[in-house]
């Protein structure tokens, strides 16, 4: 059966550097084609679009010299997602030939990341000037630091400090896991953070955020599913395992990489809790093991956790009076339920802003999780107009303030606002939606116009 598939098409050159054998992949072209079995009973792929139209992409390496022509898939669904829902494969590609650096080395069996290694840069400069086309410009760095805070800041409000913060010590963690000092000196160095405030203040979203920027693997594990040795639940050794999967089984780059423990306040031991669970301590001093940097064995594995990098989320609800966290102790987290030992392993703590009125009207207004922002993509694939007032956005910002869950309850006092306006919507009824505060006239925060 004939299939649609856009991707990515570089070519492949092979080079040795310090006694090791490197694959670099140079970016060709973007292009849409479709794939189908020809009369040899072979999968083959006719390029509709971009330079090599009309080409067999199978035959190009038929033509090639010493490089190899490499034919990476991208997801056609998120492709049309990202060029606004619309199916124009010629505007795909430009956007995507845009965001795109030039050469590339294999990070894992699937994945390429851009060229980084400064050392391995200059080696390509020097044995590479003579290549025609070549730039030394061209090469960027995919974690830079800058370009992944003004990333992040674009779905993250009102938390610039603590995005450069958090930034600055996984970057600081890396540069000191990577280098060639001694492990004793590495634990002096590398840094556990904890990161806590509010619900809805971005905690999660920043790590999350960064794990699809980021080169090394990292993992967000629930700390409410945790057990300790001999009760059911998920164990210590279950998150390493999961490090390995995001690693692709390289076991050293797994040593390497980031664990979030999401709701880590959970594991707090309350005195007098009816719901307090026996092996909660007993998490907490498992924790303590692998902050120490310990060696944990499962299946054939020995995982060695000294270079791992462990960050905490949790939002400590009631740790403080108010929601201002800045000046919380050790002793204020001993007496929500965390042992001394455990949050002196953190080195790192990063309070979070608290969420005000108009830092919700910001995010509503410009981050990119914004539901004005994700239901405007919405109204656009029907060909609804789509507007709304700055009093509904001050009434929306109230509603959510009111929940006291911070960003995570817009969504929510959105879709409440305009769901009974949906229907009519989707049944083709009316061509533009408003959106206003209800007042005593018109007391639902909308006005349809029908479709003429």
Do not use: W
Request: glycine share 6%; aromatic share 12%; with cysteine.
């Amino acid at each position: 059966m004939a299939q649609l598939k856009v991707g990515y098409l570089f070519k492949k050159y092979y080079i040795t550097y310090q006694k090791e054998k490197h694959e670099i992949f140079e970016f060709v072209d973007y292009f849409a084609g479709i794939t189908f079995r020809n009369t040899d009973d072979k999968n083959v792929c006719n390029v509709l679009t971009g330079n090599h139209a009309g080409v067999y992409a199978e035959a190009l390496n038929e033509k090639a010299d010493e490089e190899e022509y490499v034919f990476y898939p991208d997801d056609i669904d998120v492709a049309i997602d990202d060029n606004d829902y619309e199916v124009d494969f010629e505007q795909i590609r430009k956007k995507k030939i845009k965001s795109k650096f030039r050469y590339y080395v294999r990070y894992n069996k699937t994945n390429l990341i851009a060229l980084s290694n400064e050392s391995l840069l200059d080696y390509l400069v020097q044995n590479n000037k003579n290549r025609s086309g070549f730039d030394e410009n061209v090469f960027e760095k995919n974690s830079d630091i800058s370009s992944m805070y003004a990333a992040i800041k674009k779905t993250i409000i009102s938390q610039d400090e603590q995005i450069m913060q958090i930034l600055t010590a996984l970057f600081k963690n890396q540069k000191v896991v990577d280098s060639h000092l001694d492990m004793d000196l590495i634990a002096k160095l590398k840094e556990n953070i904890l990161i806590y405030g509010s619900t809805g203040t971005g905690k999660t979203e920043i790590l999350k955020r960064i794990s699809k920027l980021y080169k090394i693997p990292i993992v967000i594990e629930d700390a409410t599913s945790l057990s300790e040795t001999g009760y059911q639940g998920r164990k210590i050794t279950d998150m390493l395992e999961d490090l390995c999967l995001a690693a692709d089984g390289d076991i050293d780059l797994a040593e390497k990489s980031i664990l979030v423990i999401d709701e880590f306040d959970k594991l707090a031991e309350k005195n007098g809790d009816s719901e307090s669970h026996v092996s909660r301590l007993g998490v907490q001093r498992s924790l303590l093991k692998l902050l120490d940097g310990s060696l944990f064995y499962f299946d054939d594995k020995k995982f060695d956790t000294s270079k791992l990098t462990v960050v905490g989320l949790g939002a400590f609800t009631g740790i403080t009076q108010g929601d201002d966290y800045k000046h919380l102790t050790t002793d204020d987290f001993m007496k929500y339920g965390i042992m001394r030992e455990l949050i002196g392993r953190f080195s790192k703590t990063i309070p979070m802003n608290p969420l005000r009125k108009e830092d919700i009207v910001q995010i509503l207004k410009k981050s990119d999780f914004s539901p004005l922002n994700t239901y405007k993509k919405l109204f656009d694939i029907l060909k609804v107009n789509f507007e709304f007032t700055d009093d509904f956005i001050e009434y929306i910002a109230e509603l959510a303030i009111a929940k006291q869950s911070g960003a995570r309850s817009l969504k929510t006092v959105f879709d409440n606002c305009i769901s009974s306006a949906l229907f009519r919507i989707f049944a083709g009824e009316y061509s533009s939606i408003s959106l206003v505060k209800p007042n005593g006239e018109n007391n639902k925060p909308y006005i349809l116009t029908k479709t003429k």
